[in-house]
Protein backbone atom coordinates (compact mmCIF):
# COMPACT_ATOMS: atom_id res chain seq x y z
CA UNK A 1 0.00 0.00 0.00
CA UNK A 2 2.63 2.37 0.88
CA UNK A 3 4.82 1.70 -2.47
CA UNK A 4 0.94 2.36 -4.29
CA UNK A 5 1.21 5.44 -2.85
CA UNK A 6 4.51 6.70 -3.67
CA UNK A 7 4.36 5.66 -6.88
CA UNK A 8 1.08 7.92 -7.28
CA UNK A 9 2.88 10.64 -5.75
CA UNK A 10 5.82 10.21 -8.22
CA UNK A 11 3.51 9.95 -10.90
CA UNK A 12 1.89 13.00 -10.47
CA UNK A 13 4.10 15.21 -12.29
CA UNK A 14 4.19 18.75 -12.06
CA UNK A 15 0.65 18.83 -11.35
CA UNK A 16 -0.90 21.44 -8.62
CA UNK A 17 -1.90 19.48 -5.51
CA UNK A 18 -5.44 20.25 -4.27
CA UNK A 19 -4.58 19.32 -0.91
CA UNK A 20 -1.73 18.81 1.29
CA UNK A 21 -0.10 15.51 0.85
CA UNK A 22 2.53 13.68 2.65
CA UNK A 23 3.92 11.69 1.38
CA UNK A 24 4.63 13.79 -2.26
CA UNK A 25 5.99 16.00 0.53
CA UNK A 26 8.70 13.51 1.59
CA UNK A 27 9.30 12.69 -2.46
CA UNK A 28 10.03 15.93 -3.39
CA UNK A 29 12.31 17.20 -0.32
CA UNK A 30 16.02 17.54 -0.39
CA UNK A 31 18.05 14.60 0.22
CA UNK A 32 18.82 15.74 3.82
CA UNK A 33 15.55 16.61 4.37
CA UNK A 34 14.39 13.01 3.26
CA UNK A 35 16.98 11.30 5.68
CA UNK A 36 16.21 13.79 8.52
CA UNK A 37 12.18 12.57 8.26
CA UNK A 38 12.74 9.04 7.46
CA UNK A 39 14.75 9.21 10.85
CA UNK A 40 12.12 10.61 12.72
CA UNK A 41 9.52 8.21 11.73
CA UNK A 42 11.81 5.07 12.22
CA UNK A 43 12.16 6.97 15.74
CA UNK A 44 8.45 7.32 15.92
CA UNK A 45 7.44 3.72 15.07
CA UNK A 46 10.17 2.35 17.43
CA UNK A 47 8.87 4.99 20.61
CA UNK A 48 5.14 3.22 19.82
CA UNK A 49 6.87 -0.24 19.93
CA UNK A 50 8.22 0.73 23.59
CA UNK A 51 4.83 2.30 24.64
CA UNK A 52 2.48 -0.44 23.30
CA UNK A 53 4.83 -3.38 24.81
CA UNK A 54 5.90 -1.41 27.96
CA UNK A 55 1.92 -1.20 28.87
CA UNK A 56 1.49 -4.71 28.37
CA UNK A 57 4.69 -5.40 30.63
CA UNK A 58 4.09 -3.46 33.41
CA UNK A 59 0.20 -4.66 33.36
CA UNK A 60 1.25 -8.10 33.09
CA UNK A 61 3.91 -8.14 35.98
CA UNK A 62 1.88 -5.87 38.60
CA UNK A 63 -1.12 -9.13 37.93
CA UNK A 64 1.56 -11.19 38.53
CA UNK A 65 2.85 -9.54 41.97
CA UNK A 66 -0.36 -9.50 43.19
CA UNK A 67 -0.78 -13.55 42.62
CA UNK A 68 2.15 -14.05 43.76
CA UNK A 69 2.44 -12.11 47.16
CA UNK A 70 -1.02 -13.52 48.07
CA UNK A 71 0.10 -16.81 47.77
CA UNK A 72 3.69 -16.07 49.35
CA UNK A 73 2.19 -14.92 53.07
CA UNK A 74 -0.04 -17.87 52.84
CA UNK A 75 2.55 -20.37 51.72
CA UNK A 76 3.72 -22.76 54.62
CA UNK A 77 7.27 -24.06 52.80
CA UNK A 78 8.54 -20.92 51.46
CA UNK A 79 12.06 -22.73 50.05
CA UNK A 80 8.80 -25.08 48.31
CA UNK A 81 7.08 -22.18 46.90
CA UNK A 82 10.09 -20.57 46.01
CA UNK A 83 10.99 -23.48 44.24
CA UNK A 84 7.32 -23.51 42.07
CA UNK A 85 8.05 -20.10 40.83
CA UNK A 86 11.58 -20.08 40.30
CA UNK A 87 10.87 -19.65 36.33
CA UNK A 88 8.48 -17.27 36.08
CA UNK A 89 8.75 -13.67 35.50
CA UNK A 90 8.42 -12.06 38.74
CA UNK A 91 9.55 -9.14 40.25
CA UNK A 92 8.67 -10.04 44.04
CA UNK A 93 9.95 -13.57 43.74
CA UNK A 94 13.13 -12.54 42.70
CA UNK A 95 13.33 -10.14 45.47
CA UNK A 96 13.08 -12.92 47.92
CA UNK A 97 15.12 -15.15 46.56
CA UNK A 98 17.44 -12.47 46.88
CA UNK A 99 17.35 -12.31 50.62
CA UNK A 100 16.50 -16.15 51.33
CA UNK A 101 20.20 -16.61 49.96
CA UNK A 102 21.74 -13.57 52.18
CA UNK A 103 19.35 -15.40 54.67
CA UNK A 104 21.33 -18.66 54.40
CA UNK A 105 25.06 -17.14 54.22
CA UNK A 106 24.36 -15.21 57.24
CA UNK A 107 22.64 -17.92 59.31
CA UNK A 108 24.96 -21.19 58.09
CA UNK A 109 27.50 -21.09 61.37
CA UNK A 110 26.92 -21.31 64.49
CA UNK A 111 27.50 -17.90 66.17
CA UNK A 112 24.73 -15.58 64.52
CA UNK A 113 25.30 -11.83 64.52
CA UNK A 114 21.71 -11.03 64.60
CA UNK A 115 22.03 -7.43 63.86
CA UNK A 116 24.70 -7.89 60.98
CA UNK A 117 22.00 -9.95 59.60
CA UNK A 118 19.44 -7.71 59.82
CA UNK A 119 21.21 -4.99 57.79
CA UNK A 120 23.03 -7.76 55.18
CA UNK A 121 19.13 -8.91 54.64
CA UNK A 122 18.15 -4.66 54.36
CA UNK A 123 21.05 -4.77 51.89
CA UNK A 124 19.80 -7.15 49.69
CA UNK A 125 16.52 -6.29 49.51
CA UNK A 126 17.07 -2.66 48.95
CA UNK A 127 19.89 -3.87 45.99
CA UNK A 128 17.39 -6.51 44.49
CA UNK A 129 14.58 -3.90 44.62
CA UNK A 130 16.60 -1.28 42.56
CA UNK A 131 17.86 -4.09 40.20
CA UNK A 132 13.96 -5.08 39.27
CA UNK A 133 13.56 -0.98 38.89
CA UNK A 134 16.26 -0.63 36.37
CA UNK A 135 15.20 -3.90 34.83
CA UNK A 136 11.62 -2.13 34.09
CA UNK A 137 12.52 1.40 33.18
CA UNK A 138 15.97 0.20 31.08
CA UNK A 139 14.04 0.90 27.60
CA UNK A 140 12.18 4.69 29.21
CA UNK A 141 15.96 6.45 28.60
CA UNK A 142 14.82 6.07 24.90
CA UNK A 143 11.22 7.90 25.11
CA UNK A 144 13.06 10.74 27.08
CA UNK A 145 15.58 11.07 23.91
CA UNK A 146 13.13 10.84 21.52
CA UNK A 147 11.37 13.57 23.63
CA UNK A 148 13.96 15.71 23.86
CA UNK A 149 15.85 15.60 20.88
CA UNK A 150 13.60 14.81 18.02
CA UNK A 151 12.26 18.52 17.94
CA UNK A 152 15.64 19.53 17.15
CA UNK A 153 16.69 17.12 14.52
CA UNK A 154 13.37 17.81 12.62
CA UNK A 155 14.52 21.80 13.27
CA UNK A 156 17.45 21.15 11.78
CA UNK A 157 15.69 19.56 8.82
CA UNK A 158 13.73 23.22 8.41
CA UNK A 159 16.62 25.31 8.42
CA UNK A 160 18.02 22.98 6.09
CA UNK A 161 15.03 22.91 3.73
CA UNK A 162 14.75 26.72 4.03
CA UNK A 163 18.05 26.82 2.99
CA UNK A 164 17.74 25.05 -0.36
CA UNK A 165 14.64 26.98 -1.01
CA UNK A 166 16.54 30.57 -0.79
CA UNK A 167 19.37 28.43 -3.02
CA UNK A 168 16.51 28.30 -5.67
CA UNK A 169 15.88 31.82 -5.38
CA UNK A 170 19.28 32.48 -6.15
CA UNK A 171 19.24 30.23 -8.79
CA UNK A 172 16.27 31.34 -11.09
CA UNK A 173 16.11 34.89 -9.77
CA UNK A 174 12.39 34.44 -8.78
CA UNK A 175 11.49 35.34 -5.52
CA UNK A 176 7.66 34.43 -6.23
CA UNK A 177 5.73 32.75 -3.60
CA UNK A 178 5.58 29.69 -6.66
CA UNK A 179 8.92 29.45 -6.23
CA UNK A 180 10.18 29.30 -2.76
CA UNK A 181 7.01 27.59 -1.09
CA UNK A 182 7.14 24.00 -2.37
CA UNK A 183 10.77 24.29 -0.39
CA UNK A 184 9.45 25.86 3.03
CA UNK A 185 6.13 22.94 2.92
CA UNK A 186 8.53 20.14 2.33
CA UNK A 187 11.23 21.76 5.67
CA UNK A 188 8.41 22.76 7.53
CA UNK A 189 7.06 19.23 7.31
CA UNK A 190 10.19 17.83 9.06
CA UNK A 191 9.29 19.97 11.88
CA UNK A 192 6.01 18.30 11.81
CA UNK A 193 7.33 14.96 12.04
CA UNK A 194 9.86 15.86 14.68
CA UNK A 195 6.77 16.98 16.90
CA UNK A 196 4.56 13.88 15.85
CA UNK A 197 7.57 12.05 17.73
CA UNK A 198 8.52 13.79 20.82
CA UNK A 199 4.97 14.32 21.75
CA UNK A 200 3.77 10.56 22.30
CA UNK A 201 7.77 10.04 23.69
CA UNK A 202 7.49 12.83 26.60
CA UNK A 203 4.31 12.06 27.24
CA UNK A 204 4.84 8.14 27.31
CA UNK A 205 8.38 8.47 29.56
CA UNK A 206 6.44 10.96 32.21
CA UNK A 207 3.51 8.51 32.70
CA UNK A 208 5.80 4.99 32.86
CA UNK A 209 8.46 6.84 34.92
CA UNK A 210 5.31 7.22 37.13
CA UNK A 211 4.29 3.93 37.06
CA UNK A 212 8.13 2.39 37.32
CA UNK A 213 7.78 4.75 40.83
CA UNK A 214 4.58 3.61 41.92
CA UNK A 215 5.78 -0.20 41.41
CA UNK A 216 9.18 0.28 42.83
CA UNK A 217 7.39 1.33 46.11
CA UNK A 218 5.27 -1.73 46.21
CA UNK A 219 8.11 -3.76 46.13
CA UNK A 220 10.18 -1.93 49.15
CA UNK A 221 6.62 -2.43 51.01
CA UNK A 222 6.52 -6.45 50.15
CA UNK A 223 10.72 -6.19 50.98
CA UNK A 224 10.00 -4.69 54.13
CA UNK A 225 7.30 -6.78 55.31
CA UNK A 226 9.74 -9.04 54.65
CA UNK A 227 12.44 -7.91 56.06
CA UNK A 228 10.30 -7.85 59.18
CA UNK A 229 9.65 -11.67 58.87
CA UNK A 230 12.94 -12.41 58.91
CA UNK A 231 13.75 -10.30 61.81
CA UNK A 232 11.26 -12.18 63.77
CA UNK A 233 13.04 -15.45 62.77
CA UNK A 234 16.24 -14.04 64.53
CA UNK A 235 14.60 -13.44 67.23
CA UNK A 236 13.80 -16.97 67.72
Known amino acids: MVLSLLASAAGSGLASPSRLDPVRLFLDADIVVQAVM????????????IIVGF???????????????????????????????????IPSARVVNAALGEWRRSTAGSNVDREGTRQRLGS????????????????????????????????????????????????????????VAPGISQALFATAIGLFAAIPAVIGYNRF???????????????????????????Q
Not at 209 to 235: M, P
Request: aromatic share 12%.
Open 124 to 179: ALDGAVTQESDRLANRLNFLATVGSVAPFIGLFGTVWGIMDSFFSIGAQQNSSLAV
Open 55 to 89: SLRIGRLQRRCDTYEGEFWQARDIDAFQKENAKRD
Open 209 to 235: SHRVNRFETRLYRFADRFHASLSRELE
Open 38 to 49: AGLILASVWTWT
